[in-house]
Structures are given as C-alpha cells and as structure tokens.
C-alpha cells in the first residue's frame, strides 16, 4: 500500500517560514522524481517544485529564490523549504509521487496571514 504523509503546513506571517515534509512508503523512492504542488481556493493544481532521482531540481517562477526542494533516499522523504513567504503561497500543498499510478499525499495546509 502505497503512502504519501505532509506534514509541517500551518499559519504564519508574511516572511516566515516552514517546512514541510512527505513522507513516502510503498514504493522505490530512490528512482522517481517527487513534486511539492499547491491548489488555493477557485485555483487549478499548480507544480510548485520538484526533484529527480539523481537531484534536478526545478521550480515555478513564483517562488524561485525563496523555496528549496530536497530529498533524503535513507528517509524516504522529501522536503520544502519555505522562506520569505507571501500570502498569495497560502493554499494546500500536495506531495506527489511521478510513478505509473501517480500517487499524492492527502495535502497540508498553509496560511500566511498577519
């Protein structure tokens, strides 16, 4: 059974920061590419970052400069780092597994908000 656990989202202020982090069961997690996406209220499902298996990186425009996609194949995790956020990164962010069967995570909240 495959799994896909957020956790980290929560309430914080303009500029703060937080991270999230997925982690993954029932699956090889070393070799596929793992994805961070978001969806606010009335928005399409937008990819927020993502990281291959040999480590490309890559990131929507939005929030180049401020977040940080990584990966830890022992842990079968991968993380996003968060930093100088804005309210308009308030949404529900989804963990996502690029395999045939394109699995996600049940989604963490994030508001930031003053």
């Known amino acids: 059974q495959v799994q896909l656990v957020e956790a980290g989202g929560g309430l914080v202020q303009p500029g703060g920061s937080l991270r999230l982090s997925c982690a993954a069961s029932?699956?090889?997690?070393?070799?596929?590419?793992m994805g961070w996406y978001r969806q606010a209220p009335g928005k399409q499902r937008e990819l927020v970052a993502s990281?291959?298996?040999?480590?490309?990186?890559n990131y929507a425009d939005s929030v180049k400069g401020r977040f940080t996609i990584s990966r830890d194949n022992a842990k079968n995790t991968v993380y996003l780092e968060m930093n100088s956020l804005k309210p308009e990164d308030t949404a529900v962010y989804y963990c996502?597994?690029?395999?045939?069967?394109?699995?996600w995570g049940q989604g963490t909240q994030v508001t930031v908000s003053s």
């Open positions: 996502h597994a690029n395999t045939a069967n394109n699995y």
């Open positions: 029932g699956i090889m997690f070393r070799i596929y590419t």
């Open positions: 990281i291959t298996s040999s480590g490309e990186l």
